[in-house]
């Protein structure tokens, strides 16, 4: 494989579509670019758009930044395949299950546009010298950097500080020109088409390159949690926005969404660590450099200055040490980011808490096995005693444990969730998307150094709180299926704990 | 074939990188902006040979040369290679012989 040139970006999205058609459509883009190019992204999922949350990614909006379509496209293919052939997604170190899988497809919408700007990139991959460092579209009057043309405090000589330091220009030579007005380049109108089009889009990435960088909203200045009225749409802040390390203006974002966003890149900068041990920073992207214009700020803007929009936590990602990396190396980031992208679509799903474990656990019929002792969970980076009324863990057996909603272990007040307002709860709650970080196991803890403990199987159910319906994640041990001579004994002399893994529980 | 240059840039101090960045409108999109290390300031540029002469020249004409420090390297061979690997063709084309379905990279594994 190479460098996919403009052609086949726009084929194998077609491709695509047309070989996974009972989960994935192609989407025509009503613009055509300057030079009659017309694009295409692809819409992944099983339910129509309006039933689930959808997430847009966005690729190749800059010229030179070669490898975002390639991103693109093998992560779409991956994907899909993995789906339709039932089988689990492994990028170097980091392996997701089939389930995992599933679930981003029959629960989420994935809108992937790889090539926002193609006549910008097909002019940097067939100039050489300093075109092929082309960054902007090619409208003939003057190239535009599309990331600086979205309708996000657009006119920046007069929104910013005359000392700030936007990377943005006025003179249609640079290569920050933020073009003659908000919106008017056809490329940047194409994804401001899906935003309205799927208005269930919460989600946003736009994948650049480079710096190994994971980004953030705002761009304009440092972030603010405790003045709501210090914002992007108060005039009185105009002559002031833009400097680092002052008070005089800092953007505002509320602590929640601040939580959820540095979350959701730290998901993301752990799974790329996953695969190969790259180390990418997560930071606001203000840190980079103050912008004006870009998509980040835009998708996540609307729903301050629209009435009736989404919210959508928007996100930068900046792979590579450069622009152009070799292939063999450019090979390598697209397994980096993808395996991020996977992550980011599962975190998406499962945002909210923990709201309800169910753990089953089957005991293995073995002669000389006891039940004497605590039996624990350990989930999110704690753990749960499986304690409940009545006898449990009789040889042969099957006991169901509910954590959360529907309890049924004793002292939920500390053994629980903070879900029933009927107690007072001391138990804090477990974010969904820290399940799959910290590791999950059933722990035996013997009374008395003779206890032994056999154990035949183990399925822990867990869910969120904020998807309605209900969506949740299984987990279980791969060495035990049921049968009952892979049995695993707990007990001093042979060892304490079984791991769990994400995957559909064996019948 | 004119000569590109990947231009990094040091200085102690983060005003001058920002104001020759600035006067020269320099192209630092997406490098990573101006980074800092040991309380020294550096950013990476690309420029044309035409653009890295007149900022030689601009940092001479100021008085900069000790202040500003410029690590000049010619990748105009570098990005000739890379232009190599840009696919030919159409390789997902689909003909009334052939369906070429594109595969991810990431490996598919059996459960």
Sequence with gaps: MAYLNVQAVESALISLASAYSSVCGLITLPLQTHEGRTCHALRIGKKPKTECDNILIIGGVHAREWGSCEICISFAADLLEAYVTNTELQYGGKIFSNNEIRTIIENLNVIIFPDVNPDGRNFSQTHTGPDQLWRKNRNPTAGVDINRNYDFLWDFPNLFSPLAFPVVSTNPTSEVYHGPSPFSEPETRNVLWLLDEFPRIRWFIDIHSYSQLLLYNWGDDQNQSTDPSMNFRNNSFNSVRGIRNDTAYMEFISACDLTTVVSQANQMKNSINSVRGKNYIVEQSFDLYATSGTSMDYAYSRHFTIAGKEKIFAFTIEWGAQFQPPWVEMEQIILDISSSLVTFCLQAQFEGNVDRIIVKIQTGDKSGASTNGMVYLGIGGREFRLNKSGNQFQRGTEDAFTIGVGSNVLKPDKNGLPLNPSFLNDSPEIPFNTVSVYPMYIRFEPSNSNDKWNVDRVCVNVTSNFCVPPVGLDFHSDILNGLNDDNIWLEKDSGLFIGLRSGVCPS | ?111
């Design chain 2, 1 to 111: 074939m004119e000569k590109v240059f990947k231009i990094k840039a040091h200085s102690d101090n983060l005003e001058l990188l920002q104001n020759l960045v600035r006067e020269l409108d320099l192209d630092i999109g997406c490098t990573g902006g101006i980074t800092v290390e040991k309380e020294r300031f550096s950013v990476d540029i690309y420029a044309s040979e035409k653009e890295a002469t007149i900022l030689e020249k601009k940092i001479v004409e100021k008085g900069l040369s000790k202040k500003i420090i410029l690590d000049i390297t010619d990748i105009t061979d570098y990005l000739s290679d890379r232009l190599k690997e840009v696919g030919t063709g159409d390789r997902y084309k689909e003909d009334k012989e052939a369906k070429v379905i594109p595969r991810g990279l990431g490996t598919k594994v059996k459960q």
